[in-house]
């Protein structure tokens, strides 16, 4: 089976500025989680779609907002992006019910 | 105090060494129990993942959960430069389906 897909890999954006990011879950598999991680911090959980719901979210603010389709691919997008904002997000898939696999990630850089 | 709780390290052991990671967690309810790797700028993978109490080995690898201690480890037998990275914990109820995470200790393995 084909792994977790993120993209784009990289990315440089200024303040202010909104981002999307994409991520294709492993075949089969129901439920992408968002992290977020920034360096000597641990994985922040941002939120959780399974079959197009969001089922879990973490305490980030409302500028962070996610979707997923019908084929499961998810979406998510940063608003008024922030110097903090600056991280690692990683996006992982699951069957919904157990363990998660992760992504490459894509590393964004906020100038 | 946080649910799961993970010394950060960094560790650094010389090669041919056994090493011992450790998590200890507050919520007896957690059912699953897993290991993650993580090197420099790249996605966790999974290394490890059991249910319940117990022990499960898979080559160098032991994980060991003591449910009446409320601690998991993590045995690295004959440790390799390559082990390398940062090792993260996680934890999942049956009930809730999000992850719970340590903050990662950070391994070096030194030739």
């Known amino acids: 089976k084909a792994g977790v897909t993120q993209t784009p890999r990289y990315l440089i954006k200024t303040r202010g500025q909104q981002v999307t990011l994409s991520c294709s879950p492993i075949s089969g598999h129901r439920s992408v989680s968002w992290y977020q991680q920034t360096p000597g911090q641990g994985l922040q959980f941002l939120f959780e779609?399974?079959?197009?719901?969001?089922?879990n979210k973490g305490n980030f603010p409302g500028r962070f907002s996610g979707r997923q389709f019908s084929n499961s691919r998810s979406e998510m997008n940063v608003s008024t992006l922030e110097l903090g904002d600056s991280a690692l997000y990683l996006c992982a898939s699951s069957t919904g019910t157990d363990t998660q696999y992760f992504g490459p990630g894509t590393r964004l850089t906020v100038l | 105090q946080k649910e799961v709780e993970q010394d950060p390290g960094p560790l650094s052991v010389p090669e041919g060494a056994i090493v011992s990671l450790n998590c200890t967690y507050s919520n007896s309810a957690f059912q699953y129990f897993m290991w993650y790797r993580q090197y420099s700028r790249k996605g966790p993978e999974l290394l490890m993942y059991t249910y319940s109490s117990g022990n499960k080995e898979d080559g160098r690898f032991t994980a060991q959960v003591d449910k009446s201690s409320k601690y998991i480890s993590l045995f690295i037998r004959d440790s390799q430069p390559s082990d390398s990275a940062t090792y993260l914990c996680a934890m999942l109820l049956d009930s809730n389906y999000q992850l719970i995470w340590g903050a990662g200790t950070k391994l070096i393995i030194k030739p």
């Open positions: 779609y399974f079959s197009e719901t969001q089922r």
